[in-house]
């Protein structure tokens, strides 16, 4: 793998390696990525327990006990799922390995069976974070009423995989949809993480993350209902329109920013 990149751009795998269907980056440029990350306690319990697990390896194989190493996680669109990814490949200090499936389906009968076989082969003989998005497209394939036959080829591959998966690797899979997931796969993950609206709290702690204490109370209240994802355009935003003015970022800014935004909140 070639992590040497000049910049700190995420560099494609090289074709050799068999997948060209992923981007990878380093443990840095995930560190990067995760600075102003906010988990909820019990998925932040979960992380903390799932790699402290991994830092015992000899004593759960003493015990015989599995090690740990199939994440799914579920969840309303800009919640930190793919931010999650990016935060375990920093604290277990591993490339994430960052699949692009509009790249791994495949309209050639055989070819999407086989690059999901590629790709997990690699991260079998390569230790990683193995990140797989909109894992629903995926998982609820066999259902898919044209070309079923191919379909099902999918997701016993992806049952396959998945069974063998092992080595220093982690899978990790997200995905908004996650009643669409085959039960089948879904089984499969010994480690579930449920992703939800930030509430009255966490919105205060990334508010500040964003723009320091003073307006964050306020603004917390205002921004009820909105994803982490909407808070950050709507602060950024909101700076962008105090700089123009060329004064300090106001409630008004973000009043109006949210006006312009208008991110459909679930209040
Ligand atoms: N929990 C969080 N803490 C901090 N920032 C977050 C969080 N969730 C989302 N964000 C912000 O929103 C952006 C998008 O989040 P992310 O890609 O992790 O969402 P997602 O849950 O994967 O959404 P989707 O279902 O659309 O893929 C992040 O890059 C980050 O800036
Ligand atoms: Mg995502």
């Known amino acids: 793998m070639n992590n040497k990149s000049k910049s700190n751009a995420a560099v494609r795998l090289p074709r050799a390696k068999g997948i060209d269907m992923a981007t990878v980056?380093?443990?840095?440029?995930?560190?990067?990525?995760?600075?102003?990350?906010?988990?909820?306690?019990?998925?932040?319990?979960?992380?903390?327990?799932?790699?402290?697990?991994?830092?015992?390896?000899?004593?759960?194989?003493?015990?015989?006990?599995?090690?740990?190493?199939k994440i799914v996680m579920f969840g309303p669109p800009g919640t930190g799922k793919t931010l999650t990814a990016f935060y375990l490949a920093q604290r277990l200090d591993l490339p994430l390995i960052l699949v692009r499936l509009d790249a791994i389906i495949h309209s050639h009968l055989g070819e999407t069976a086989s690059n999901v076989r590629k790709i997990f082969d690699y991260a079998n003989g390569t230790p990683c974070v193995l990140?797989?998005?909109?894992?629903?497209?995926?998982?609820?394939?066999?259902?898919?009423?044209?070309?079923?036959?191919?379909?099902?080829?999918v997701v016993n591959t992806l049952l396959q995989c998945l069974d063998e998966f092992g080595g220093e690797s982690?899978?990790?899979?997200?995905?908004?949809?996650?009643?669409?997931?085959?039960?089948?796969?879904?089984?499969?993950?010994?480690?579930?993480?449920?992703?939800?609206l930030p509430t009255h709290a966490d919105r205060i702690q990334y508010i500040e993350l964003l723009i320091g204490e003073s307006l964050a109370g306020q603004a917390a209240d205002l921004l009820a209902g909105c994803s982490f994802a909407d808070i950050e355009q709507i602060m950024l935003k909101a700076k962008r329109k105090a700089i123009i003015e060329n004064r300090a970022l106001n409630f008004e800014n973000i009043e109006n920013a949210l006006s312009e935004y208008n991110p459909r909140m679930k209040v």
């Open 25 to 69: 980056y380093t443990p840095k440029e995930c560190a990067r990525k995760v600075k102003r990350i906010v988990l909820a306690e019990k998925n932040q319990t979960i992380v903390d327990e799932f790699i402290t697990i991994l830092g015992m390896k000899e004593k759960f194989e003493e015990q015989d006990v599995p090690m740990p190493n």
């Open 170 to 196: 982690v899978f990790v899979a997200a995905t908004n949809l996650e009643e669409e997931l085959d039960t089948a796969i879904w089984r499969r993950f010994d480690t579930k993480m449920t992703y939800t």
């Open 131 to 153: 990140f797989l998005d909109e894992f629903d497209a995926l998982g609820r394939m066999r259902d898919s009423n044209d070309e079923v036959k191919e379909m099902a080829r």
